[in-house]
């Protein structure tokens, strides 16, 4: 996360745009997460 926009969505947890490349963190009952 070094130059990435943080974009915080209801009920889809946070999403990391990175250039061309979007990384998805969905985060499940708020404990563990996926990145993908």
């Known amino acids: 996360m070094n130059n990435q ?3 915080t969505l209801p ?3 946070p999403f ?3 250039g061309n490349d979007i ?3 969905i985060i499940h009952g ?3 997460g ?3």
């Open 23 to 25: 990384g998805i963190v």
């Open 11 to 13: 009920g889809a947890g």
């Open 30 to 32: 708020g404990g563990g």
């Open 16 to 18: 990391y745009f990175d």
């Open 5 to 7: 926009s943080k974009v």
């Open 34 to 36: 996926t990145c993908a």
